[in-house]
């Protein structure tokens, strides 16, 4: 298995872990992210895995609505993006990615592994979860952002960074990077 078969696993697992606590009554529960209740970050976090796993073959992606059950899908667009990234061709394949040509590894591995990664946090909270993030994964979704910076800063994008507190952890600096306030 490739790091980064492994670390979308570990992203994976723990956002499994998150859709699987949400009692029913918390979908509608507001999120970190402006304007999106728990369901909506279920439904992005779902239809950007449909997005990216369309790549390697040109499809039409699906999309899913909010007021759907997004987490239903949820388990069998994780796994699709597993199998393509434990298949060689699959992972190594050059699709069009959202700011370059890249391996569909690469693309997993940068944008939806970063992604995935925020908005467990933000569903964590959403609904009164425990929100600790892999450390390293979120060093790495840290060091892949920080180079489309200014790219991310617009509407429907990241809010304005939050300067991290000396000594902030890995997790802290990543989210206030993302414009999330993390307040203990």
């Not at 980064?4 to 999120?31: C, D, L, M, Q």
């Not at 009164?128 to 200014?150: S, V």
Request: with cysteine; proline share 5%.
């Amino acid at each position: 298995m490739s790091e980064v078969a492994e670390r979308y696993a570990t992203i994976a697992n723990g956002f499994t872990r998150r859709v699987g606590g949400v009692p029913k009554e918390r979908w509608a529960s507001p999120s970190p992210c402006s304007e999106w209740a728990a369901r909506d970050v279920m439904a992005h976090v779902v239809n950007t895995h449909y997005r990216v796993l369309a790549t390697l073959d040109g499809a039409e992606a699906p999309v899913v609505e909010a007021d759907d059950d997004a987490a239903s899908r949820w388990p069998d667009v994780r796994d699709a993006i597993l199998d393509a990234l434990n298949d060689e061709a699959r992972a190594s394949q050059v699709v069009s990615g959202i700011f370059s040509d890249q391996p569909f590894s690469s693309l997993v591995g940068r944008l939806l592994c970063s992604d995935t990664l925020i908005h467990t946090w933000d569903l964590a909270r959403a609904t009164g979860q425990d929100d600790r993030l892999d450390p390293i994964a979120a060093a790495r979704a840290l060091e892949f952002l920080t180079t489309i910076d200014e790219a991310i800063r617009r509407p429907g994008g990241f809010a304005a960074k939050i300067e991290p507190a000396p000594g902030a952890d890995e997790q802290t600096k990543l989210l206030n990077f993302a414009g999330r306030a993390v307040d203990d």
